[in-house]
């Protein structure tokens, strides 16, 4: 079996963005292949559909490559693209560093929606005082979805310092080598 994931940015990163980086060198000490992607257009879709399709795609790359245990990535506005995919299409892992759920004064019921009706094992690494994705809007919805589990970076805003990065990394890593099976 060949394990893989596809590692999505952050808003107006690429795929050489350093959390990025970072997650498939650890994924790689576990023997899981990743693809790390940038999207196309420096500004969102409107309805987020062309980053979608992207993200689609170079799952479809992993799989025609031989890849059967899939997980998709991402980091902030690349974990909303990713939970919007898996909703529709569940991979056979979910993994989010910083979800920007609720940011102040945007509520964003579609992402709440998508992350409530992951079908697939999923894992969520937030900061304690993430302001773009409050932890107890993260915890009330792993609360409702028996598939979530969530780390809690503490102290940790949306923009997290590099130990805390470390963090994160580590935590995916590790839960991605004993989910993708």
Known sequence: MTRAAVLAPGYGGTADQPILVALA??????????QRITFSSRRPSR?????IAELRAARDALRRGGATAIALVGRSF????????AAEEPPDALAIIGHP???????RP??????????????????????????????RIAGRNPRIDVVRLPG???EL?????????????????TILR
């Open 25 to 34: 060198r650890a994924l790689e000490a576990h023997g899981i292949d990743s």
């Open 78 to 85: 690349g974990g909303r693209i990713c939970a919007f995919l």
């Open 101 to 107: 759920i609720s940011p102040p004064g945007r509520p």
């Open 110 to 139: 579609r992402d709440l929606a998508a992350l409530e009706s992951v079908a697939c094992p999923t894992l969520i690494v937030q900061g304690e005082l993430d302001e773009l994705g409050p932890l107890a809007a993260i915890e």
């Open 156 to 158: 940790a805003r949306h």
């Open 47 to 51: 309805d987020r559909d062309a980053e």
């Open 161 to 177: 310092r590099a130990g805390e990065q470390r963090d994160a990394v580590r935590a995916v890593s590790r839960w991605l080598d």
